[in-house]
Nanobody, 125 residues
Framework: QVQLVESGGGLVQTGGSLRLSCAAS????????MAWYRQAPGKQREMVAS???????NIVDSVKGRFTISRDNAKNTVYLHMNSLKPEDTAGYYC???????????????????WGQGTQVTVSS
């Protein structure tokens, strides 16, 4: 089992920055990839960024150039660095860990099966 605890959310003005942290504990060695998702009221949950165990990252187009994802292996922590925040970034942000994967001829699909409790990010206009 993997436990995830997020922190770093809050209220920020448009154009501001925040850094979210996700501390992992438990079966760390089973983690294949980690990701940040967000969900705004009335909207579907979307993946914002992901990072694999070998350091490969992926950022969704809507935040590319503003958000980055990084990790500190010594601290078992993944970060989401958010800059130039916009009101449409307002959402609950959730950290997720994938402990298994589905390998297809074209891709590796990580299955995010461990979730944190979430942290709220509110961007005021």
């Amino acid at each position: 089992q993997v436990q995830l605890v997020e922190s770093g959310g809050g209220l920020v003005q448009t154009g501001g920055s925040l850094r979210l942290s996700c501390a992992a504990s438990g079966s760390i060695s089973s983690i294949l990839a980690m990701a940040w998702y967000r969900q705004a009221p009335g909207k579907q949950r979307e993946m914002v960024a992901s990072i694999t165990s070998d350091g490969s990252t992926n950022i969704v187009d809507s935040v590319k150039g503003r958000f980055t994802i990084s990790r500190d292996n010594a601290k078992n922590t993944v970060y989401l660095h958010m800059n130039s925040l916009k009101p449409e970034d307002t959402a609950g942000y959730y950290c997720a860990a994938a402990t298994w994967e589905v390998i297809t001829p074209d891709n590796i699909e990580y299955q995010y099966d461990c979730w944190g409790q979430g942290t709220q990010v509110t961007v005021s206009s």
